[in-house]
């Protein structure tokens, strides 16, 4: 997949933006908050239904501004078009359209474009809590299987109700009779969901192992998943791990109830991930920690390409100023011989066969200097 034109109009900083990215890197250059990223984030938003650095629609709309608007083209490896259009006001919902068709649901839409993004910001991938490992895996296997991001909805939809259960303060019988019909839902989606991740990190950790071999270092890497409904090396069968789920909730409702709220589940699992058999949180470098996550990114890039016809595009944020010249240059390299990168960076960048954009000529020619 390769986005061949985009529009951007009262979107962050740009009140007007037209921009053609090239087939293969595309250098975005300009001064610190110029809105180099706010571009990558108009294209995430056309790929995923939203951005990528966790703002609202509403922070992306121009300050003063009423709606905001995106329109923009790919083209599939096979040569077909696919127009994406968004526009948000916070007075109505936000719209999405493919192909002039409204989007009812827009999870339906996430794979269609797979796009791979690398930001300084999510280097909390490997030092942050929990809930920043499980969305880069949720977002990756949501992007190959339409399935999973359906359980992932629906699970987080019982979660609520069955948290609202927990809390609320009704007579203890009636909420004993619902806790079990949710936990029975409950386990139904979580059967599926940590079936899907052990899956996906299985692979996802042999193949990253293969990536990061480049690295100096030369580390062994590893990515293991732990569910907090179940500590098995071997895979269950799913209606094993639906004993096994049902168990631990039967075993867990005392303090869940006491607790009010629900303990375990895929909404509490975390990754491990390890170099040389030490866990890199703790142990590794800040560069090796990098590093890793380079490698997390380029395996994603090759794990979606194997699972999806497409190849995805790559969204490279900032990436020079927190790499080493040759971390970032073997990623460049290797990622953008295998699709459409889009990077940016405060200086114009030196290499072969790159389109450029400069954000602040751009202003000057369209009479919006700042
Ligand atoms: N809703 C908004 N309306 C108007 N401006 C905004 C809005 N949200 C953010 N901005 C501003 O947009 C500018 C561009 O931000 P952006 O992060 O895209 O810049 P950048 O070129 O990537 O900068 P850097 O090189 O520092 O990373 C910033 O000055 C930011 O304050």
Known sequence: MRLKSIGIENFRNHRHLEFDPGQRITNIYGCNGSGKTSI?????????????????????????????????SFESDQGSETKVAVAYAPSKEKRILVNEQELQIFSRHIGLIPCVTFTPRELVIITGGPAERRRFMDTAICQYDRKYLSDLLQYRRVLQQRNALLSS?????????????????????????????????????????????????????????????????????????????????????????LRRQTLAGPHRDDLQL???????????????????????????H?????????????????????????VSSVMLETLSSKGQVIITSTEKRDGNDITYFSIDEYRKTSGQER
């Open 274 to 300: 390890y170099l040389n058999g030490r866990e890199i949180r703790k142990f590794a470098s800040q560069g090796q920690q990098r590093a890793f996550l380079v490698a997390m990114k380029m395996t994603m």
């Open 169 to 257: 303060y009704g007579d203890l019988a009636a909420v004993e009779t619902s806790l079990e019909v949710l936990t029975d839902q409950l386990v139904t989606h979580a059967v599926e969901i940590v079936a899907a991740r052990e899956r996906f990190i299985s692979s996802f950790s042999v193949m990253l192992d293969e990536v990061y071999r480049w690295q100096p270092d030369c580390a062994k890497s590893a990515i293991t998943y732990h569910s907090s409904l179940h500590h098995h090396e071997t895979q269950l069968s799913k209606k094993e791990m639906q004993a096994q789920f049902s168990e631990r909730y039967r075993v867990l409702k005392k303090q869940e109830l």
């Open 40 to 72: 990558l984030e108009a294209i995430h938003y056309c790929a995923l239904t939203k951005g990528f650095s966790g703002n609202s629609d509403r922070d992306c709309l121009m300050f003063g501004e009423e709606v905001f608007t995106i329109r923009s």
């Open 302 to 326: 090759a794990y979606l390409h194997e699972h999806s016809d497409e190849m995805p595009v790559t969204l490279l944020d900032d990436l020079f100023s927190e790499l080493d010249a040759k």
